[in-house]
């Protein structure tokens, strides 16, 4: 069974500021995913990665197979990324690619 | 772009009766899943559904839960006779293929008093 860590459980930032939530997993995966959940509820995908790094906007996604960890960054912050970053990990098996979910990284962006 | 949508956004139901939660998955997608969230609490997986049957469920998705997809497009969650722990924000989610991410959609808020 595969257990997802994530770190801090709540976080606040002033604008501007630098942000890094952090995912640690268990046992071998096929893929990690980093997700936003907005205050209403819904559900978004930010990132499906299982190797290296990738980029999208001012968001950025990295990943350690061999630590089994990692790391979601978030440069020049803005009070519209307030929001739940949640890792999930999957992995790949026929009919089947189910995500087991971290708690969550509430994230407050002051202005 | 296409969406994952699920109706209704919220169902208040009296517990022991049977609810059916809806969801239209992306039209290409051929992977389907169904995670609950209770409230303050963490998402968890319920089933996966390929090639019109169950791939997998969990230890939630007890006799009391189903899954149909009837026509094609939708995809459907019953619930048999709820009860008041049933009571969470239940996320359909679909994909195109393994190895492509997930589209969630905004998700049914069930009541059960």
């Known amino acids: 069974k595969n257990e997802v860590e994530q770190s801090p459980q709540n976080l606040t930032a002033q604008e501007g500021e630098f942000i890094t939530i952090n995912c640690s997993y268990s046992?071998?995966?096929?893929?990690l995913h980093w997700l936003q959940q907005h205050p209403g509820g819904g559900i978004v995908s930010l990132f499906m990665l299982s190797s290296g790094k990738k980029k999208h906007g001012r968001l950025i996604a990295t990943i350690n197979i061999q630590e089994k960890h990692s790391s979601l960054h978030i440069t020049a912050s803005h009070p519209r990324d307030s929001a739940v970053y949640i890792c999930?990990?999957?992995?790949?098996?026929?009919?089947?690619?189910?995500?087991?979910f971290g708690t969550g990284t509430r994230l407050t962006i002051i202005p | 772009e296409p969406e994952v949508t699920q109706t209704p956004s919220h169902q208040v139901t009296q517990m022991g009766q049977e609810v059916i939660l809806r969801c239209v998955p992306i039209?290409?997608?051929?992977?389907f899943y169904w995670y609950r969230q209770i409230l303050g609490q963490k998402v968890e997986f319920l089933v996966s559904?390929?090639?019109?049957?169950?791939?997998?469920k969990s230890e939630i998705f007890d006799d009391q839960f189903s899954v149909e997809r009837p026509d094609g497009s939708n995809f459907t969650l019953k619930i048999r006779s709820t009860k008041l722990e049933d009571s969470a924000m239940y996320f359909c989610?679909?994909?195109?293929?393994?190895?492509?991410?997930?589209?969630f959609g905004d998700g049914t808020r069930l009541s059960i008093l």
């Open positions: 039209s290409n997608h051929l992977y």
């Open positions: 046992v071998g995966i096929s893929a």
């Open positions: 559904f390929y090639n019109n049957e169950i791939s997998e």
């Open positions: 999930a990990v999957s992995i790949s098996n026929f009919g089947n690619e189910k995500l087991t």
């Open positions: 989610a679909s994909s195109r293929a393994e190895n492509q991410p997930q589209h």
